[in-house]
């Protein structure tokens, strides 16, 4: 079955500060797809990137970068020189290869960035 | 470009009875899903719509919930009977690329 844990349910910086939020997945699949969304306090959740399995290339897009390691079967997420308007809370999701591209969520991690 | 709309926004109700939430995709999206958001956990595909044909709905509680996408554009989500544990966000997204879903404000429900 397919499953993604994120260990860290709350993490705390202070502005500027970089921080990492953990995704570690399962799945038998070798075809399968990876995603990050945000979930600003209005609630609507925002596509940031995928991901699929064959490419394990680091991706850095402004202050976020993401770190795929298919040997530790992770998937994180760095946000450098954090910025307040970076809280919210974070998914990690996981697809499999097939057509439907069901998403399954992790229990997100929530980013709060003090001034 | 307008978004995903949703509504109601929030709904409170007793127990046992009833309540539908209204979903409007992007214009063009074919793929429409909903989601239960339950406080503190990471949303839970219910069921997800191709046009107006269903692909997945393995995880949608059928004795009590209904959903249907009118003419592949509009879809509704109904409760009936509602319990406790229903409440929750509902989150309706759709999408043109398969895993990049526009996720809509949510539909705020409350069970008491």
């Known amino acids: 079955a397919q499953k993604v844990t994120q260990a860290q349910t709350e993490i705390s910086v202070v502005e500027k500060e970089d921080v990492t939020l953990d995704c570690v997945y399962e799945?038998?699949?070798?075809?399968?797809?990876l995603f990050w969304y945000k979930q600003p306090p209005s609630g609507e959740l925002v596509f940031l990137i995928r991901?699929?399995?064959?490419?394990?290339q680091n991706e850095i897009s402004g202050r976020y970068s993401w770190n795929f390691q298919k040997s530790t079967s992770s998937f994180n997420f760095t946000i450098t020189a954090s910025q307040v308007v970076d809280s919210a809370v974070y998914f990690c999701?996981?697809?499999?290869?097939?057509?439907?591209?069901?998403?399954?969520f992790g229990s997100g991690t929530r980013l709060l960035v003090r001034p | 470009e307008a978004g995903v709309a949703q509504s109601p926004r929030y709904k409170i109700i007793e127990k046992r009875q009833s309540v539908a939430f209204w979903c409007n995709p992007i214009?063009?999206?074919?793929?429409l899903y909903w989601y239960q958001q339950i406080l503190g956990q990471g949303p839970k595909l219910l069921i997800q719509?191709?046009?107006?044909?269903?692909?997945?709905d393995s995880q949608l509680p059928k004795d009590r919930f209904s959903a249907e996408r009118l003419k592949g554009v509009d879809s509704t989500l109904k409760i009936q009977p509602a319990k406790l544990e229903d409440s929750a966000v509902y989150l309706c997204?759709?999408?043109?690329?398969?895993?990049?879903?526009?996720f809509g404000e949510g539909s705020r429900l409350t069970v008491l």
């Open positions: 999701a996981l697809s499999d290869g097939d057509s439907s591209y069901k998403l399954i």
């Open positions: 719509f191709q046009n107006n044909g269903v692909v997945d």
């Open positions: 997204a759709s999408s043109l690329i398969p895993g990049e879903l526009f």
């Open positions: 991901r699929n399995s064959f490419d394990e």
């Open positions: 214009s063009g999206h074919a793929t």
């Open positions: 799945t038998r699949d070798t075809t399968y797809y």
